[in-house]
């Protein structure tokens, strides 16, 4: 099985935090994580479906 990584900080996602940003949704492994993301949408823009 392949386990998904988180794209703000490369670890192993467990239990998904969702983020809306843009109008996509991204999943990473953390309150911490879904913050940056929030702050900083275009940088992970690529990995949001």
């Known amino acids: 099985m392949n386990a998904k990584k988180c794209p703000v900080c490369s670890w192993e ?3 998904a ?3 809306q940003a843009d109008g996509k949704e991204i999943a990473v492994c953390c309150q911490d994580c879904a913050k940056t993301v929030k702050e900083s949408p275009a940088k992970y823009s690529g990995h949001m479906k």
Do not use: R, T
């Open 17 to 19: 935090f969702k983020v």
């Open 13 to 15: 996602i467990k239990e």
